[in-house]
């Protein structure tokens, strides 16, 4: 049973930085592709970052790239969101999600396994 627990997330000002962690446990992830997405009220979930978990390539939103870092910590089978300079339409709830494919994708229903989300605010 694949586990994904999402954590870090908080309020923080506009300018600000953050990181998220999601603890993956259940299974060998090392064919797998890592996301992060995101969803803010009244809008539909979209797709943040991914990283592959073996090799470490990454993959980017317009909307995050050189502000967001996603990367990987294979002894603790931990994934990272690291975010700055955010800005108000950064606030959303931030979600972890695993794909058993080594492929890239931005469509959210491509991966297979969610965490429970953990919320971000940024205030201007």
């Known amino acids: 049973q694949v586990q994904l627990v999402e954590s870090g997330g908080g309020l923080v000002q506009a300018g600000g930085s953050l990181r998220l962690s999601c603890a993956a446990s259940g299974r060998t992830f090392s064919s797998y592709v890592m996301g992060w997405f995101r969803q803010a009220p009244g809008k539909e979930r979209e797709f943040v970052a991914a990283?592959?978990?073996?090799?470490?390539?990454?993959y980017y939103a317009d909307s995050v790239k050189g502000r967001f870092t996603i990367s990987r910590d294979n002894a603790k089978n931990t994934v990272y969101l690291q975010m700055n300079s955010l800005d108000s339409e950064d606030t959303a709830v931030y979600y972890c999600?695993?794909?058993?494919?080594?492929?890239?994708?931005?469509?959210?229903?491509?991966?297979?396994?969610w965490g429970q989300g953990t919320q971000v605010t940024v205030s201007s």
């Open positions: 999600a695993a794909r058993p494919q080594i492929f890239f994708t931005t469509d959210r229903r491509s991966y297979d396994y």
């Open positions: 990283i592959r978990w073996s090799g470490g390539s990454t």
